[in-house]
Nanobody, 118 residues
Framework: QVQLQETGPGLVKPSQTLSLTCTVSGVAITTDPYYWSWIRQPPGKGLEWIGYIGYRGNTVYNPSLKSRTSISRDTSKNQFTLQLTSLTPEDTAVYYC??????????WGRGTQVTVSS
């Protein structure tokens, strides 16, 4: 059974860097053809795709966030990580790490709340 779990700080200060980790079980993140994504949902708004890291380790980012985003992985731990720099209160959201497959997302973590506030 595939499971994903997001972990990270619940509260971060403006201008700091957010680091979130997604731990995957039930499938190796190097398995073809999956890609491992980060998506967020600000309060009262829709889902926003942040980016993904593919099974080969290639990365693709949302152009609107690209300058502040980095996604990496640790295959020995079967984890992938999001770093988002220069945080503002507009980055406050629930962050999810779903598995991408054939243009959609088939498994999701429960999400983790991140609040940017001084």
């Amino acid at each position: 059974q595939v499971q994903l779990q997001e972990t990270g700080p619940g509260l971060v200060k403006p201008s700091q860097t957010l680091s979130l980790t997604c731990t995957v079980s039930g499938v190796a993140i190097t398995t073809d053809p999956y890609y491992w994504s980060w998506i967020r949902q600000p309060p009262g708004k829709g889902l926003e795709w942040i980016g993904y890291i593919g099974y080969r380790g290639n990365t693709v980012y949302n152009p609107s966030l690209k300058s502040r985003t980095s996604i990496s992985r640790d295959t020995s731990k079967n984890q992938f990580t999001l770093q988002l720099t220069s945080l503002t209160p507009e980055d406050t959201a629930v962050y999810y790490c779903p598995r991408g497959f054939q243009g959609g997302f088939d498994y999701w973590g429960r999400g983790t709340q991140v609040t940017v506030s001084s």
